[in-house]
């Protein structure tokens, strides 16, 4: 079965720390895209990032990065130096070429501390 | 660009009702998925809809229902409401719905209470 697993439930930060995000996933496909997703309190997610199974590089995109490893099935996202705006649920997801959807993991709540 | 709009955004029914929810996606987006979101369960697909016809369906019983009208605008259906059907039901379009082209824009999700 195609699952994902998101260990941290909860994370707290003091601002201007940096947070890593663990997201590992499962499957048997070789070809399949992995997402990030932000839900601040208002309930609306907001995309990240997209990436392919075959594109191994890191990205960095302003404070955020992402670290793909597909020997591990991890797909990890750093905040550099965090502010009280990061704080959200951020859920990974990956979605496997054998369909359409979206399998969503239980999300990692970061609270940021001024 | 406009984006998800979901109506009602809040709605308290009584179990034993049905209930109706609205998305109408971003112009020119011909996918819409349906999530219902809990604290216990996380965010579980529903249902996705492509130029009117349901394309994907997940594991919810046939009491959740869905349709896609010609102008891309969906709505989902939920009969004999239960208790556990409190949730936040949210709404994502998409250009495709297809992975590689598959980014989801999310609307801001109707919240369903059931006394």
């Known amino acids: 079965a195609q699952k994902v697993t998101q260990a941290q439930t909860e994370i707290s930060v003091v601002e201007k720390e940096d947070v890593t995000l663990d997201c590992v996933y499962e499957?048997?496909?070789?070809?399949?895209?992995l997402f990030w997703y932000k839900q601040p309190p208002s309930g609306e997610l907001v995309f990240l990032i997209r990436?392919?199974?075959?594109?191994?590089q890191n990205e960095i995109s302003g404070r955020y990065s992402w670290n793909f490893q597909k020997s591990t099935s991890s797909f990890n996202f750093t905040i550099t130096a965090s502010q009280v705006v990061d704080s959200a649920v951020y859920f990974c997801?990956?979605?496997?070429?054998?369909?359409?959807?979206?399998?969503f993991g239980t999300g990692t709540s970061l609270t940021v501390i001024p | 660009k406009a984006g998800v709009t979901q109506t009602p955004r809040y709605l308290i029914k009584t179990r034993g009702q049905q209930v109706t929810l609205s998305c109408s996606p971003i112009?020119?987006?011909?996918?819409v998925s349906w999530y219902q979101q809990t604290p216990g369960q996380g965010l579980q697909f529903l249902f996705e809809?492509?130029?009117?016809?349901?394309?994907n369906k997940g594991n919810f019983p046939g009491r959740f229902s869905g349709r896609q009208f010609s102008n891309s605008r969906s709505e989902m259906n939920v009969s004999t409401l239960e208790l556990g059907d409190s949730a936040l039901y949210l709404c994502?379009?998409?250009?495709?719905?297809?992975?590689?082209?598959?980014?989801?824009?999310f609307g801001e999700g109707s919240r369903l209470t059931v006394l």
């Open positions: 994502a379009s998409s250009l495709e719905g297809r992975g590689p082209t598959g980014e989801l824009f």
């Open positions: 499957t048997r496909d070789t070809t399949y895209y």
């Open positions: 997801a990956p979605v496997y070429d054998t369909g359409n959807q979206f399998y």
């Open positions: 112009s020119g987006h011909r996918s």
């Open positions: 809809y492509f130029s009117e016809t349901q394309r």
């Open positions: 990436r392919n199974s075959f594109d191994e």
